[in-house]
């Protein structure tokens, strides 16, 4: 396990309420080297449109502040919305960061999709991270921690004395990842939980989705010892078979995420656009009876 610095880092979070997402910058104050985390691209099923504004928020916020990317983080292939990776590597020039095991991902969602000329690949990411792989941040490390279950290229970043962590943890009063997705698996994410867990207690998690349940208000960060305390799904004194009849049952409840389809196409390829076809016009592939 890494041991997470108690160094402070500067951490803004920029939420989109359509997809009830969280993303981040987070800044060496050192030295304004800044890391953005689960950047988002709008995507508008009813109509096909895709728009920049939430991307262009975090570039204007970049800018305001006189910031210096130096990579951009995946916590996952994403699921329900469409990673805006490409624009900020565009502007920025910046490498992307993605869990080493994407491949994993990607082979089933290739084969699925039937992407023969314009299917994802490893090259489609600038550095694959496995457990304890770093990254500098200024004075910071950035540290990977392998975390699946709800995919298998789940990985959550520690910088700082902050740890973000993808969908593997949510609020306590909302749980855990959904394990029902191609090649996600219940008692793997219980591993990866406790993993997480056993970090000090005053170690900063930080959520990629926050679905303010009965109307709270937003909430993206909390504590290896809140967690523990108060997670309605892996709080201290449940075990391992208990979690997983519980994570099963409920995933058996859960509805599709709107954007799944659209999404993974797209975030495989580290949220590369489709190709053209030759009228110019580029197309999503839709599986029919499929998933």
């Known amino acids: 396990m890494p041991v997470c610095s108690m160094l402070r880092s500067q951490v803004q979070h920029f939420f989109d309420p359509d997809t009830f997402t969280l993303s981040y910058v987070v800044t060496d104050t050192h030295s304004n080297h800044c890391v953005i985390i689960d950047p988002i691209l709008n995507y508008y099923p009813e109509s096909g449109k895709i728009s920049e504004h939430s991307i262009h928020t975090i570039i204007t916020y970049i800018k305001e ?45 290739n084969a699925l999709y039937h992407l023969e000329d314009d299917c994802g690949t490893a090259m489609d990411f600038d550095f694959l991270l496995k457990n304890d792989d770093t990254l500098t941040l200024g004075d910071l490390d950035i540290i990977g921690i392998e975390t699946p279950g709800h995919t298998p290229a789940c990985m959550s970043y520690c910088i700082g004395n902050h740890v973000f962590v993808g969908d593997t943890l949510f609020m306590p009063d909302y749980g855990t990842a959904r394990c029902d997705f191609p090649n996600g698996d219940a008692a793997t994410l219980f591993d990866s939980i406790q993993k997480l867990l056993s970090l000090p207690e005053q170690t900063q998690l ?7 349940p009965e109307g709270r208000d937003l909430a993206w960060e909390t504590t290896v010892a809140e967690q523990k305390l108060k997670n309605i799904h892996v709080h201290d004194g449940i075990n391992k078979e208990q979690f997983i009849k519980l994570r099963i049952s409920r995933d058996k409840q859960l509805s599709t995420p709107k954007l799944l389809l659209p ?9 590369k656009l489709p190709q053209a076809a030759m009228n110019g016009v580029r197309y999503l592939k839709i599986p029919l009876n499929q998933l």
């Open 65 to 109: 502040h006189k910031l210096q990317p130096k990579y951009i983080l995946e916590t996952h292939i994403h699921a329900d919305h469409i990673s805006g990776a490409q624009i900020l590597k565009k502007t920025f020039d910046v490498p992307i960061a993605m869990g080493a095991h994407v491949k994993q991902v990607q082979d089933y969602f």
């Open 206 to 212: 930080m959520m990629c989705h926050d679905y303010m």
């Open 263 to 271: 999404a993974i196409q797209m975030n495989i390829r580290a949220g």
